[in-house]
């Protein structure tokens, strides 16, 4: 029986599914990984340089334009992020039909995506590690589990 690990942050998703050779020895095999270009890099080198700016000083002459802020346009992707992370994870655990697998994420995402998994994907749920794993080299990834 094989058990699949997910390893996530807002930028990577990486599954593993392990298995064991005839001796018993644990197989580590990479199913799943993309990296998420809205998790990296930030904010501003997402916006334009120049509809939020304000090209005047609002002096004798000059007119302040602001065209508005990004308000809680952090927080929005973050939230979407979330959600197609947790999708992403309901959709393989169903996929590899798996009934026992482990969890690492990122310790500011880890209670959101649990809390956005459905039931019976949350119930086979065996170890949930609140931290970012994803850049662990596959062969020492099981250790962190066991």
Do not use: Q
Request: net charge neutral; glycine share 10%.
């Amino acid at each position: 029986m094989s058990k699949i690990i997910i390893t996530v942050d807002l930028g990577h998703f990486k599954a593993y599914r392990v298995t064991s050779d005839p001796l018993g020895r644990p197989i580590i095999e990479l199913i799943e990984s993309y990296d998420s270009i809205e998790g990296h890099g930030k904010l501003s080198e997402k916006l334009s340089d120049t509809a939020g700016r304000f090209t005047g000083g609002g002096g004798e002459g000059e007119v302040a334009k602001g065209y508005g802020e990004p308000h809680h346009l952090e927080l929005e992707i973050r939230k979407k992020l979330v959600k197609m992370i947790a999708m992403d994870i309901n959709a393989l655990i169903k996929k590899e039909d798996c009934k026992s697998w482990y969890l690492a994420a990122g310790k500011k995402i880890n209670k959101e995506i649990v809390n956005k998994l459905e039931p019976e994907v949350k119930a086979g749920l065996e170890k949930n590690i609140p931290g970012d794993l994803t850049n662990v080299r596959k062969s020492e990834i099981l250790s962190h589990f066991t």
